[in-house]
Nanobody
């Protein structure tokens, strides 16, 4: 059974940092792409970052590039998202996701290519 469980969200101030964690069970880090997405009410789900752990490939949306860092610890079955220099526009529910490698052709930013999702966790950045 595949399960993804996020933690680490909360309320922070502008320019603060926060690290999200996602414990992933039931999938292999070697054969899956792991990603982070976010969503605010009445808006489309937005790609944030993705990682191919065994290929050391990382991808970021332009809105977070240089501020966020995605990483994965295979031994701990955990995906991370380190968020620095947070802005009010980063406020959203954040979701971790996993999709088999053969779903992806070139990019990793299409949510439909991910099969499994966490329940989501709120991040609020207050000004």
């Amino acid at each position: 059974q595949v399960q993804l469980v996020e933690s680490g969200g909360g309320l922070v101030q502008v320019a603060d940092s926060l690290r999200l964690s996602c414990v992933v069970s039931g999938v292999s880090f070697s054969t899956y792409v792991l990603g982070w997405f976010r969503q605010v009410p009445e808006k489309e789900r937005e790609f944030v970052a993705a990682i191919r752990w065994n290929a050391d490939i990382k991808d970021y949306s332009d809105s977070v590039k240089g501020r966020f860092a995605i990483s994965a610890d295979n031994a701990k079955n955990t995906l991370y998202l380190q968020m620095n220099s947070l802005k009010p526009e980063d406020t959203a529910v954040y979701y971790c996701a996993a999709g088999p490698l053969d779903h992806f052709y070139r990019d990793y930013d299409e949510g439909n290519e991910y099969d499994y999702w966490g329940q989501g966790i709120q991040v609020t950045v207050s000004s």
